[in-house]
């Protein structure tokens, strides 16, 4: 039996303490609301599991630090964002906070409503420390959730977190109904502009064809389950960011990772054509209509994959 501790008791967070469970494995779900203290379930862990949202990961890593985590827990980050200060992804937060500690990417097309009613789901569990992947998918693999592993950390997250930029562009792109051809040339395009940075970042391209990848980018895009395709679907409805948000109540990781991306792409000139429309319409530079019609504008071009 494993002792595994869920850090944050959000929508995901809750979801994997159920995952977890499966196998009669011992398992813990801290939220900073909790009554019981930190240190009581990080002590004697095998496994620290992070699903905290962006804005929380700076703030439990340095709770981490003030505790005395084994160097043999395995953290594994399923938050899919990036730092607005430093572009970091969180499993290089987590990587530069705890060195000597194995660090697991969990990513996949995971809505987590459909997890909790118990439908069938894929993932990949991706380390540098393929043994520490290896013990996170036995950890979660179940009749209900199959977990491939892979080296590729980084790009394993990033596929989950840049696919949040394209699910607002879909949401947008039904919200103003366009129609499928519409729909399959976006998440096309998006593939290669999510490609084109990942691998910009250190990341290897085939890690973006797999389940973190194109799977996340599908179910995501596809989905009024998803909180950035809600986020998409809202502005073309006319409301405002603010109202849509509002309206939310929980995370939608995309406005702030497309912010972040933004500025990434202008310091290292990546093209990113698809998301900088996101950006202009995320911060009420043009209407949902402008931003098609700038996409359908741009210079013609051989189709580069
Ligand atoms: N929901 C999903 O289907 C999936 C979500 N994810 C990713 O998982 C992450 C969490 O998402 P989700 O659970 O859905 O979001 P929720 O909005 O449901 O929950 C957010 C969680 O983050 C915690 N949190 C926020 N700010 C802080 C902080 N400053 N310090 C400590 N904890 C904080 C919240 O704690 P509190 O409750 O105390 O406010 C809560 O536990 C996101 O990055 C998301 O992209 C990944 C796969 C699937
Ligand atoms: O990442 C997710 C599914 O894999 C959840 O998507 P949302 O954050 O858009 O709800």
């Known amino acids: 039996m494993q002792s595994l501790t869920i850090l944050g008791g959000g929508a995901w967070g809750s979801a994997l303490a159920n995952l ?20 009581s379930v990080i002590t004697g862990a095998d ?11 700076g703030a439990t890593v340095d709770r981490l630090l003030a505790l005395e985590l084994s160097p043999d827990t395995i953290i594994v980050t399923v938050t899919k964002g990036l730092d607005p200060a430093s572009t970091r992804t969180p499993s290089q937060i987590w990587q530069n906070a705890f060195p000597n500690n194995s660090i697991v990417v969990l990513s996949g097309p995971n809505l987590s409503e459909e997890i909790q009613q118990g439908l069938p789901a894929a993932t990949v569990a991706a380390s540098l420390d393929l043994a520490a992947a290896k013990q996170v998918q036995n950890i979660y693999s179940s009749d209900i959730f199959r977990v491939y592993v892979n080296e590729d950390p980084l790009g394993t997250e990033l596929g989950g977190t840049l696919k949040n930029v394209f699910a ?11 129609g499928t051809n519409a729909k399959s040339a976006l998440l096309t395009r998006a ?11 250190g990341a290897r391209a085939e890690t973006f064809y797999g389940l973190s990848g194109l799977g ?39 406005v702030n990772t497309t912010n972040v991306l933004i500025d990434l792409a202008d310091r290292r000139e990546i093209e990113i054509p698809v998301s900088r429309q996101v950006y202009r319409l995320l911060n009420g530079e043009i209407t949902a209509e402008q931003a098609v019609l700038s996409l359908m504008e741009r210079t013609l071009k051989p189709e580069i994959l």
């Open 47 to 57: 496994v620290v599991v992070s699903a905290v949202s962006m804005k929380g990961v």
């Open 216 to 254: 996340d980018l599908l179910a995501t895009c596809n989905s009024p389950l998803s909180r950035n395709y809600r986020v998409g679907f809202g502005l073309a409805e006319g409301k405002s960011l603010e109202q849509i948000l509002h309206e939310l109540q929980s995370t939608a990781e995309g």
């Open 168 to 178: 607002i562009a879909a949401g947008v792109c039904d919200g103003l109904q366009l």
């Open 191 to 201: 593939l290669p502009e999510m490609i084109r940075v990942g691998v910009r970042l």
């Open 20 to 39: 977890g469970g499966k196998k009669g494995d011992r398992v813990n779900l801290w939220s900073r609301s909790s009554s019981f203290n930190l240190e």
